[in-house]
């Protein structure tokens, strides 16, 4: 029930959110639009109270200027319950609102962070300063065998599948980032952290390093290309030749 | 270059003397410091469980004598007060000078206790658990070292008559500084 | 002769109390006073130099990220490690050494005696040794930037393993500095609220009620306890990163059974309460200002007292939604999203009531009441564009962007500096005894709101756009490249807008020597500092310190002959003026 009373409100802001951050940002994962129509969601509701509280504001300002004639202001406690209404209603509505995006959120928290949906294939990816390394399993599917394939800077992954990341950190902490997936997270030396993700459309984009981690830091891009089932295979055939991404 | 008190040190709108709210306030401060120190240390512990093999070479003995000495300082700090309290200047100092004894005793049974432990390999950077250790009953020593030298001027001017409401004071900054031990005694000595 | 040296000189009126000594030799007067206008003044002209080294860094890593490469004017090449330095120092100087000593310690100094009534802080002494330790540390951190590897350069929130690990960070004495340098200066205020929160509490003016404090003062002492109580952790976290570095011990490093999330844990335990520690005095600035230019009491101040207080306690239980994706817990992030939205309730509910404060009002556009009305403009912005990073699934997107970056610049800049702005152009007839041009204020004011906006309404749209921070040069993201123009705008935004505080600068120091003379009251304000000379001499009263007798918004009474009724006026009679 709560996936549908979900599902509902994120239709409504969905298009806004299209026009707000995918046209400059593609969707390319399966959980990018959640993000997006979450966006616009918050951003209609702060638009609106912000929009009421410039007009009160600029209003106030104008009405009960200085008109320099001599005429006094009013003697206002604040108190007063007629006057105090004008705060605690808004108050009230505020509430609300913040409960429609608290849940919001959560919902889209949990599926991308709390939940781990069935893998049909697991990367590794390693930070370091100050590069990346990506440890596909090879044609078995299976990481930590002979036919694995490590690439440099590049990550290869076939839409529509789903993945699970094991990320990795050799010194400081790093942040494994994708914007088109609309996906963080951070990476701790000493642990390894997991995830998911299902990229949805084919491309060649971004891979940032979003945490400060030294000196190299801003020459820690690296690139994720989503490959159709055609592509991915036929980079796959080509194995661990040593051929490294061109980054 | 001496100064008057302005008239502001005086007043006392909530009916408690200034100095006092100010030893208050130093010791809010300090309880969150050691609180987040001893908080870190808790939540370490709790994650390591090997820590309790590397806490059996604590020495108990010396802690405990060392908790038998802060305790005795304080009450020394205590008839310090009462003395204060009843004007008597002289004797308050003697009773300070007997509770800085007592820190000075504090400090050198720790030289003593770290010597030995250092000797034996057990530095700061030997593991986790040595670093909060030494860290943590490092800090409280120099807290330790700090209250006396403060007490020695305050017993100054008690013994010539002056200032005695600063008795009352360094005493209860030294009774934090007690307490503090008394958390860091079990922490450190009897968890194991 | 006005200025702020006359404060501890005028010989005539010294009937209060004798020092002994009439003469005071220039060091005693200026350097080593233990006069709290003195000393508020050395914080405030600490703060000034501090906050132009912090815009000067601005300047130069604004130019690089626009011009890439390019030798920038009045600095030269910004290399990959001088831009981490740079926006490193930038941040931490902002608010350790500009935010802090001119919104607490700056006018909390000057303010809080004059305005209880009272003739100094209690513990004088303690007040100068605070300054002395504040000063020692900004030298101590403006020294780490010339040492062999130079400055540190591991962000503001310095995370280990790369703060605790020359290896990693590459700046061994730079880091070291840095950390002691922000050590002292948490030490320093330490001891400087024992000044405010003992003077406020006890040495108030016979008659005057909790509810009588000026709004400012309640907010500068909440201030001060809600860092005492929050800063702790942080310095045990600060001796563990020092020990790290200089001892070699491993709190912070995975290899020796350490954590580096403790270290987050405790950075920002202190970290977001600290927002608000800053938050609230020029909150209270504000208030001030927008009750003398409107001529109304404020409203509700109970109910503003209170939105203070519940912003504060909820402040300690928010701090982890700086971690979502720091590998917490996920589970707890939900925690941290509801408390986080919580706690953006009181601070709406407060901004609603300063709004409310001009209605019925008689509002007077001064200099000072524009800066105190712009900050609740621009603040708005920085408060509602928290709830997208307050909201853990967008924070997943936004976190580590340009978005955060916007966002607390349209928080941190109404605080730090348009709060700045407010207080000194209020309170500055006040201390130093004559008027800052009006003409000058305005044209300064337009100016510097104006640009501030075209910097930072660029990087929001960078930010949604997927720009990460702390990068030194766009043009190796392809996906990021194109955006230049944007960040071309922001540049020249940041040029023109460090252009005009040339205005205030000029004004400022112009005004000290020829402005027109001030008299005590130019505003026409109910609260006690204005009814000591301007500037107060030493002791500030010293025909005899005043008595309270009212609220201190008690403006526009009806009935009465004059719009103001200040509070040491006795009831039942016309005010003095």
Not at chain 3, 30 to 34: G, N
Not at chain 3, 203 to 209: D, L, Q
Not at chain 3, 470 to 477: D, E, G, K, M, T
């Given at each position: 029930m709560l996936q549908g009373i979900y599902d509902f409100i994120k239709g409504i802001f969905e298009p806004f959110g299209e026009y707000l951050i995918a046209s400059n940002v593609p969707v390319a994962s399966s959980f990018a639009d959640d993000i997006d129509a979450l966006i616009a969601l918050i951003t209609v509701f702060v638009g609106f109270w912000a929009i009421l509280a410039y007009a009160a504001f600029f209003f106030l300002i104008f009405r009960f200027r200085d008109r320099g004639d001599g005429s006094r202001a009013q003697y206002v406690t604040g108190e007063e319950k007629n006057l105090k209404r004008w705060i605690t209603y808004p108050h009230a509505a505020i509430i609300v609102c913040d409960l429609v995006i608290v849940f919001m959120a959560i919902m889209v928290w949990y599926n991308i962070k709390q939940r781990l949906p069935e893998a049909d294939s697991t990367v590794r990816i390693i930070s370091q300063q100050w590069a990346w390394n990506f440890v596909h399993p090879g044609p078995d599917n299976e990481l930590d065998t002979d036919d694995d394939i490590t690439t440099f800077n590049e990550l290869h992954v076939e839409v529509g599948k789903t993945y699970h990341y094991e990320l990795l950190s050799k010194d400081v902490l790093h942040d494994f980032s994708v914007p088109v997936f609309r996906l963080k997270q951070d990476a701790i030396p000493g642990r390894v952290m997991k995830g998911w993700f299902e990229p949805t459309q084919a491309g060649e984009w971004d891979i940032q390093c979003a945490e400060m981690c030294g000196i190299g830091h801003g020459i820690m891009g690296a690139r994720i290309v989503v490959e159709t089932p055609e592509e991915h295979a036929a980079w796959m055939s080509q194995g661990n030749t040593g051929k490294l991404a061109s980054r | 270059m001496s100064m008057t008190k302005p008239i502001a040190t005086t007043r006392s709108a909530t009916g408690i003397p200034t100095g006092k709210l100010a030893v208050w306030w130093v010791i809010g401060s300090e309880i969150v410091i050691f609180g987040g120190l001893l908080a870190s240390y808790i939540m370490h512990r709790i994650g390591h469980p090997e820590w309790a093999e590397y806490a059996s070479h604590t020495n108990t003995w010396f802690g405990g004598a060392n908790t038998f000495v802060l305790l005795t300082s304080s009450l020394f700090a205590v008839l310090a007060h009462y003395a204060a309290e009843h004007g008597d200047g002289k004797k308050a100092a003697k009773w300070l000078l007997a509770t800085c004894a007592g820190g000075a005793t504090f400090a050198s049974i720790k030289a003593v206790e770290w010597s030995i432990e250092i000797s034996h390999g057990y530095t700061i950077t030997a593991n986790g658990f040595w670093s909060f250790y030494y860290t943590a009953a490092g800090i409280h020593a120099l807290h330790v070292i700090a209250g006396c030298i403060i007490m020695l001027i305050i017993a100054r001017q008690a013994w010539k008559g002056e200032e005695l409401h600063r008795v009352e004071l360094i005493g209860i900054y030294w009774h934090f500084v007690d307490i503090v031990w008394i958390f860091l005694f079990p922490l450190l000595y009897i968890a194991k | 002769m006005a200025e702020a040296g006359t404060a501890v000189e005028t010989h005539g009126a010294h009937g209060a109390h004798d020092h002994g000594h009439h003469e005071q030799s220039f060091l005693s007067k200026?350097?080593?006073?233990?006069d709290h206008k003195i000393i508020g003044l050395q914080y405030m002209f600490t703060g000034i130099v501090m906050a132009l080294i912090g815009g000067y860094m601005s300047y130069a890593f604004r130019m690089q990220l626009a011009f890439p490469g390019e030798s920038v004017p009045g600095y030269g090449v910004v290399s990959q490690g001088e831009y981490n330095s740079l926006v490193t120092n930038h941040g931490t100087i902002m608010i350790f050494w500009v935010a802090m000593p001119v919104l607490i310690a700056a006018f909390g100094n000057f303010l809080i005696p004059l305005m209880i009534g009272a003739d100094d802080m209690v513990f004088p002494r303690i007040n100068r040794l605070s300054y002395q330790i504040f000063l020692i540390s900004a030298i101590i951190l403006i020294a780490s930037f010339f040492v062999p590897g130079g400055g540190f350069g591991g962000a503001w929130t310095a995370y280990p393993p790369l703060s605790a690990n020359a290896e990693y960070n590459l700046t061994p004495l730079g880091s070291t500095l840095w950390l002691v340098a922000v050590a002292l200066e948490f030490v320093a205020f330490l001891l400087g609220g024992i000044n405010f929160i003992t003077t406020l509490m006890n040495?108030?003016?016979?008659?005057?009620?909790m509810h009588d404090i000026p709004m400012v003062l309640w907010m500068i002492v909440i201030a001060s306890v809600l860092f005492m109580a929050s800063v702790g952790p942080l310095i045990a976290g600060a001796v563990m990163l020092f020990m790290d570095q200089v001892v070699g011990t491993g709190y912070f490093d995975p290899n020796r059974g350490g954590d580096p999330i403790l270290w987050q844990h405790l950075f920002w335990f202190f970290g977001h309460p600290e927002v608000y520690v800053v938050l609230l005095p020029a909150m209270g600035i504000v208030a001030d200002i927008i009750t003398t230019f409107s001529r109304k009491k404020l409203f509700n101040y109970k109910l503003i007292l209170y939105t203070a207080f519940a912003t504060g306690i909820i402040s300690f239980f928010v701090w982890a939604h700086h971690q979502f994706v720091a590998g917490i817990d996920p589970r707890m992030a939900n925690v941290f999203t509801i408390t986080t939205l919580i706690i953006s309730i009181p601070i709406a509910e407060m901004l609603f009531l300063y709004i409310a404060t001009l209605y019925g009002g008689r509002i007077r556009l001064a200099t000072p009441m524009l800066w105190a009305l712009s900050f609740i403009a621009e603040f708005l912005i920085g408060g509602i564009t928290g709830i997208f990073l307050g909201a853990s699934g967008s924070d997943i997107y936004f976190h580590d962007t340009y978005f955060v970056l916007a966002h607390f610049h349209y928080t941190f800049f109404p605080i730090a500096i348009i709060g700045f702005f407010a207080g000194i152009t209020y309170w500055f007839p006040k201390m130093f005894g004559r008027m800052l041009n009006e003409r000058l204020g305005k044209i300064h004011f337009w100016g510097t709101i104006i640009s501030f906006n075209f910097i930072f309404i660029p990087l929001f749209v960078l930010g949604t756009a997927g720009q990460h921070r702390?990068?030194?040069?766009?043009?190796?993201?392809p996906d990021l490249a194109g955006l230049q123009d944007l960040r071309v705008l922001a540049t020249t935004a940041l040029l023109v807008m460090l252009a005009f505080q040339a205005v205030f600068l000029f004004n400022f120091v112009v005004s000290m020597f020829k402005g027109k003379p001030a008299g005590k009251n130019p505003w026409q304000s109910?609260?006690?500092?204005?009814?000591?000379?301007?500037?107060?001499?030493?002791?500030?009263w010293p025909e005899g310190l005043p008595n309270c007798y009212r609220g201190?918004?008690?403006?526009?009474?009806?009935?009465?002959?004059?719009d103001y009724w200040p509070q040491d006026v006795p009831p039942d009679t016309a005010p003095a003026e």
């Open positions: - | - | 200026y350097i080593f006073s233990t040495s108030r003016a016979p008659g005057m009620k702390r990068i030194y040069n766009f043009q190796n993201f109910n609260t006690l500092e204005w009814t000591a000379d301007s500037p107060p001499p030493h002791g500030n201190p918004y008690e403006y526009s009474v009806p009935g009465r002959e004059e």
